[in-house]
């Protein structure tokens, strides 16, 4: 089972701006710094840390094959829409699932795809990666959809990473103790 990205996100969950403010910083020195190469590093750690993603992306997940369940785990929650499922049946040839088959279950943490009434996954040819169900994920088109507690994480950290640049850990941020704990609400909990 793998993850891959196929579209990123549009924006940010943060701005140049809310990271100038909380850093009071004046002038445009840093602003293609914070804009390039902070916000998103660390939007992306955020993302690591809470097992989800944060603004609309689309996905995919690659699977060996169909599961002798009724229910395909996404991995994420906060899935809006499922694109397609393709699969390459037993000749090989590529075909896209009818959406008669299959519905999206957004409420379940993970998001799942489930078997509607009736319906079976069918058979795939025995190759790696052989299912492949392309998804769109995150709690919005904008950055405000993103929760306030997730934002101000981010934000702590940007102006952290600019404060001591040369001090951080291997995930390239200092620890914040008080200011991690801003995640816990968001954090998806795997139970193996």
Do not use: C
């Not at 902070?38 to 699977?63: C, D, G, K, M, Y």
């Not at 499922?82 to 008669?100: M, R």
């Not at 078997?115 to 299912?131: A, D, I, M």
């Amino acid at each position: 089972m793998s993850l891959i990205l196929i579209t990123p996100p549009a924006v940010e969950p943060v701005t140049v701006d809310d990271i100038k403010v909380a850093g009071r910083i004046d002038g445009t020195a840093f602003d293609a710094q914070i804009t390039n190469l902070l916000i998103p590093a660390i939007r992306q750690e955020a993302e690591h840390r809470l097992s989800r993603r944060l603004i609309t992306q689309t996905v995919e997940l690659l699977l060996d094959g169909f599961p002798s369940s009724i229910d395909i785990d996404l991995t994420l929650p906060d899935a809006q829409a499922i694109t397609s499922i393709k699969y390459l049946d037993g000749t090989g040839v590529e075909q896209t699932l009818s959406t008669s088959v299959y519905q999206l279950d957004a409420d379940n943490v993970p998001s799942r795809a489930l078997l509607k009434v009736g319906q079976s996954w069918p058979e795939t040819q025995n190759f790696p990666h052989s299912v492949r169900i392309r998804f769109t994920v995150g709690y919005g088109n904008a950055g405000t959809d993103v929760p306030g507690n997730v934002r101000l994480w981010i934000i702590a950290h940007v102006v952290q990473a600019l404060d001591h640049p040369d001090g951080l850990d291997a995930a390239g941020l200092q620890p914040l103790p008080y200011v991690d704990r801003l995640l816990d609400a968001e954090s998806v909990l795997r139970v193996a």
